[in-house]
């Protein structure tokens, strides 16, 4: 069977195990009701923040333990053969003559050098869509229910990765044409201005992200219980968030995962909750986790976030320069590509970029971590209830590594583990204890104390 067929024939046979895949995997059951603090969390005079973050964790059964702990795992050894199958997927295109092809056929279709990219364009991404299908089924589809996380059947499934590939032919095709209409003018800075041109990029996306392509793959809608957007929106006033409405989107139709955000820019910023967080969320919960996602908003996350993008950028660009003239002067010649400007460079450009950010991935998770925790200390000022925020942190430890070891946490991890988190809202638990004892007032019942921030 030629080459040209076998990619039809694999999609088909993969269409119709996974109709059957679907079928045949149950989704696994959550773990136990987490809703009542347990007695060693309890306020009192001998409160301890060890005992009780170690009563929080005792709440998780050994057997989901387990299963979160091979689910995460498992993540690790992923993060590696997606490294590994990319640049595969990349030196095929480039050695077998294709990325070259693809290039002359644009040009023979038509004489204008930006259509030329696009169309270049739009057939990468379809090729190495195909190449790269059974790795995304297997980790997106197959393995997901496997873990009771994903509720869709195949079609559904097969639905949202054909939007999101044509979301991708689309928004990338754009970019591409500026890019390299960058490289064609500016031979010696092209690095510079694609950095400036790649961070523009991302802020559009951000910005746009919440209005025109969530909606793509979810109904959004606004939230109107008065009983769970009352102390939301309070929340928010009181923290300089000046919004009145919070949206819900519905997640459950792909997913089980429990996830809210405080996402966009400027006036498409919206407060969203997912389902499943509403449906399996206690109010103290759904109050702890918007705290922290508001944290997200206030610290200006998003700022710093793209201001790190901004230098890793611009290392990443002067690395491109440099590595991309090197690997052209030794093996330009065989891959039919003679100049940065050739769009056939593409599949190289994505090698080089894959091995760069797979290096930077301990360093981009610390960064992120490190957010994360800020926003879980703004969130505890904020919303006050430790304990909704440990039962958050254990509805995640479905599919996170509750206890990791230290280096385990630097290298892997883009959270602070579901342990760490139990005890910092343990810690800050105690702390607002004592501070109550000195005032010479009652002790409150925490996970009930209505949200403020301090």
């Given at each position: 069977m030629s080459w040209r067929l076998r990619g039809p024939a694999l999609l088909v046979a993969v269409i119709l195990f996974g109709t059957v895949a679907a079928s045949a995997q149950p989704a696994i059951q959550p773990t136990v009701d987490i809703t009542k603090v347990p007695a060693a969390a309890q306020p009192s005079p001998h409160f301890n923040v060890d005992e009780a973050t170690e009563a929080y964790m005792a709440m998780m059964p050994p057997d989901a333990i387990a299963r979160s702990n091979a689910y995460f795992e498992g993540g690790y050894w992923l993060i590696l053969w997606d490294f590994l199958y990319a640049s595969a997927v990349c030196l095929i295109v480039l050695n077998t003559g294709w990325s070259a092809a693809m290039r002359d056929r644009a040009q023979r279709i038509t004489r204008f050098r930006w259509l030329q990219n696009a169309l270049y364009w739009i057939q990468y991404v379809l090729l190495t869509s195909l190449l790269g299908f059974p790795l995304e089924y297997y980790e997106s589809f197959v393995r997901?229910?496997?873990y009771g996380m994903a509720t869709q059947t195949f079609l559904p499934w097969m639905g949202d990765e054909l939007k999101g590939l044509a979301l991708s032919a689309i928004m990338g095709a754009i970019a591409f044409i500026v890019l390299f209409a960058i490289v064609r003018k500016s031979r010696e800075t092209w690095w510079i201005w694609g950095t400036v041109?790649?961070?523009?990029?991302?802020?559009?996306s951000i910005a746009i992200g919440?209005?025109?392509?969530?909606?793509m793959f979810n109904t959004v809608h606004r939230l109107d219980d008065p009983k769970i957007t009352g102390p939301i929106l309070r929340m928010a006033h009181a923290n300089g968030i000046s919004t009145n409405d919070v949206y819900e989107i519905d997640a459950s139709r792909q997913t089980t995962r429990m996830s809210a955000n405080v996402s966009g820019i400027g006036n498409t910023m919206r407060i969203t909750l997912n389902d499943n967080l509403l449906k399996r969320g206690s109010p103290e919960e759904i109050q702890a986790v918007m705290g922290h996602e508001m944290g997200h908003y206030i610290l200006n996350h998003i700022p710093m976030t793209v201001l790190f993008l901004s230098v890793?950028?611009?290392?990443f660009f002067a690395y491109l320069r440099w590595a991309l003239r090197w690997t052209l002067a030794r093996w330009g010649d065989r891959w039919g590509i003679h100049e940065i400007a050739d769009p056939a460079v593409l599949p190289l450009v994505f090698l080089l970029g894959g091995l760069f950010f797979f290096v930077l991935t301990p360093i981009s998770n610390t960064q992120i971590r490190a957010q994360e925790k800020e926003a879980d200390m703004f969130g505890l000022n904020a919303a006050r209830q430790p304990d909704g925020f440990?039962?958050?942190?254990?509805h995640l430890g479905e599919y996170r590594k509750m206890r990791p070891g230290p280096l385990e946490e630097w290298l892997f991890f883009d959270h602070p583990s579901g342990y760490n988190r139990i005890h910092s809202a343990m810690q800050w638990k105690s702390e607002d204890l004592q501070l109550f004892e000195k005032q010479d007032c009652p002790a409150p019942?925490?996970?009930s104390v209505p949200p403020v921030a301090h």
């Open positions: 997901e229910h496997k041109v790649s961070i523009v990029f991302i802020v559009i919440p209005v025109f392509i969530q909606p890793v950028f611009v290392l440990a039962q958050a942190a254990i019942a925490v996970a």
